[in-house]
């Protein structure tokens, strides 16, 4: 089957990101670890939607699974963080892939997590739609899984791969099929760590859209893990970008790892080379010793409106430590700036 020759709602995007500097949510793990649930509350029980995939592995931590077990709570806060500014919410399924999920046993429910997962970000904003009139969007979140195509994590062996491309690529297609069946309108691959993960992604995506007949548009999104400048794999921006141009995604950029401050320069890299729309959501500064982020939202606003007074960026949001108090900063703050034209 044939590429669909449109790309839905990249028109729209594409209007809206040159009108002005695009709002993409915050963390979704630090507003559930916030809710502050148990055991019984992450499998369902009393909750009425106890998950009908049986796995006997504990599932505390595994919060896509909060999806079909406590749906409501998981559309609250995608409502928040929409009428907190977001114009793109993204689906509570960074984790949501067989890779991922074989730690909790849970593989049998990827699809239910992917297509649930996107109509309650649509529920989401239709409710906050209908109250000011704003159009919204769902990013169907895609993550990097807990594995590394790249790289042995065995140092005694350094030709063993834990998970091969075939295996991503098969496991993506079936997320990227339970997020367009639950009416996504964009992809987010994000947190990438291991480009070739990401090539994995892409090749399943592209496999996706020609079996349905969809196409939606891709928001590619690296991480930097530390002061050196590259990915995991190693890779520059610059690298990065070449490594995934032939997707033409919507956008690509930054996310995670870094707080604002830091992922300033390696934005700047990226900025400088790609031909698309640029993405940047940093954690809220570097977590304490407790694993908690301290920056407030003033503070990661400030840095990233310099973002959008240097010309840098289209899509700003937040990443682990960030609230909606962080993305109703980050709204105000950018939204006096003129977003990054494309030459």
Not at 90 to 115: K, P
């Amino acid at each position: 089957m044939l590429m669909p020759d449109t790309c839905r709602h990249l028109d729209t995007l594409t209007a809206l990101a040159r009108e002005r500097i695009l709002i993409l949510d915050g963390a979704m793990g630090t507003q559930i670890q916030d809710l502050g649930l148990s055991e019984e509350d992450y499998v369902g029980q009393g909750s009425g939607h106890t998950c009908r995939h049986h796995s006997e592995h504990p599932q505390k931590g595994n919060n896509d699974l909060l999806i079909l077990t406590q749906p409501k709570a998981i559309e609250d806060i995608h409502f928040t963080y929409a009428m907190a500014g977001a114009d793109i919410v993204e689906t509570n399924t960074f984790s949501a892939t067989t890779v991922a999920q074989a730690d909790y046993g849970m593989e049998a429910a990827v699809h239910d997590l992917n297509a649930e997962g996107a109509r309650i970000v649509r529920r989401a904003l239709d409710r906050a739609t209908a109250i000011d009139g704003r159009p919204r969007f769902v990013a169907g979140a895609i993550g990097p899984t807990n594995r590394t195509a790249s790289l042995s994590p065995d140092v005694n062996d350094p030709g063993y791969r834990a998970v091969t491309f075939d295996d991503l690529r098969i496991a993506y297609g079936q997320q990227a099929r339970g997020l367009i069946a639950g009416g996504a309108d964009l992809i987010l691959i994000e947190t990438v760590f291991d480009t070739l993960n990401a090539k994995a992604a892409i090749f399943a995506c592209f496999e996706v859209f020609a079996e349905t007949g969809q196409r939606l548009p891709l928001m590619i999104s690296g991480t930097i893990t530390d002061a050196s400048g590259r990915t995991l794999s190693g890779q520059t921006p610059t690298a990065f970008w070449h490594s995934v141009a032939h997707a033409r995604p919507f956008t690509v950029g930054l996310n995670c790892a870094l707080g604002a401050s830091a992922m300033r320069p390696h934005l700047a890299e990226l900025a400088g080379v790609a031909n698309t729309f640029i993405c940047a959501y940093p954690n809220a500064g570097l977590p304490n010793a407790f694993g908690r982020y301290d920056e407030g939202p003033d503070a990661t606003a400030a840095q990233i409106a310099e973002f959008a007074r240097e010309g840098l960026v289209n899509v700003v949001g937040g990443c682990c430590g960030t609230t909606p108090d962080h993305i109703r900063a980050i709204a105000e703050a950018v939204a006096g700036h003129t977003p990054r034209s494309l030459t």
